[in-house]
């Protein structure tokens, strides 16, 4: 039965895509699925990692729903990879297989990927004659650039996992990338909930400024309100003892 599985190791939420015999192929409920999910997990964990069941991470779009899909239809197979990318945690995409079009974006969609030895990133929105959909084009010229860009969505370029490290797509390749990704998601696991939300909040607001002065004045009431914290008063009183006792 096609579902969308939640796991919670300590503060880290792992959402596996558990259809493997459509490859994980997006629907209107799997997508829905997903939505409702990421929303439990922003309740429940720090740190978010997304996979999807071997062989795939994600194939897709179902194209028996696509091809009848009209605004709000599109819309509703969205929104489980628009919520990866709106999630108030940090996420890492643990792509284990083939990404393909909304399966990429699901990708894309994450903070952060991990690339396993058999992951292929696959725009192929051309290659089905549709034009890409849910700011495909947006996100993957921000991460890759605008030439890996239109080479994988209009030239038909599948990256597989050194090229897509070799080109930003991928932050690292890993025989194992559901493991490295809950290596990575543990430092966030271990910090302060409202801290972790706070930091990701103000990357993405500095991430559009052009100006440094700006992005300073941005963080500062945070990192002055982060410092008046009994967590921040703990950890210092932690290092000091560490400190003195050597």
């Not at 959402?15 to 429940?44: H, K």
């Amino acid at each position: 039965m096609a579902e969308v599985l939640l796991e919670l190791r300590e503060s880290v939420a792992v959402i596996t895509i558990n259809d493997p015999d459509r490859r994980n192929a997006l629907t209107v409920d799997l997508s829905q699925q997903l939505a409702d999910r990421v929303a439990q997990a922003e309740q429940e964990a720090n740190a978010l990692v997304v996979t999807g069941a071997p062989p795939a991470f994600c194939a897709g779009a179902d194209l028996t729903q696509l091809g009848s899909s009209k605004d709000e239809g599109l819309k509703k197979i969205y929104l489980g990879f628009l919520a990866v990318a709106n999630a108030t945690i940090p996420t890492i995409a643990a792509v284990n297989g083939a990404a393909v079009g909304a399966g990429l974006n699901l990708a894309l969609a994450a903070d952060v990927r991990v690339a396993g030895p058999k992951a292929r990133f696959d725009a192929r929105f051309l290659q089905l004659g549709i034009h890409p959909g849910g700011g495909m084009t947006w996100m993957l010229q921000r991460i890759t650039g605008p030439q890996v860009a239109t080479a994988m969505t209009l030239f038909g370029e599948i990256l597989d996992a050194d090229r897509a490290v070799a080109h930003g797509l991928a932050y690292a390749k890993a025989e194992d990338p559901l493991a490295v990704a809950l290596e990575l998601a543990k430092h966030s696991a271990e910090a302060p909930a409202g801290l972790v939300r706070t930091i990701k909040a103000t990357m993405r607001a500095t991430d559009a400024m052009h100006d440094h002065a700006e992005a300073v004045e941005t963080e500062l009431r945070p990192q002055v309100a982060s410092i008046d914290t009994p967590e921040f008063a703990a950890r210092l009183a932690a290092m000091k003892a560490r400190i003195s006792g050597r």
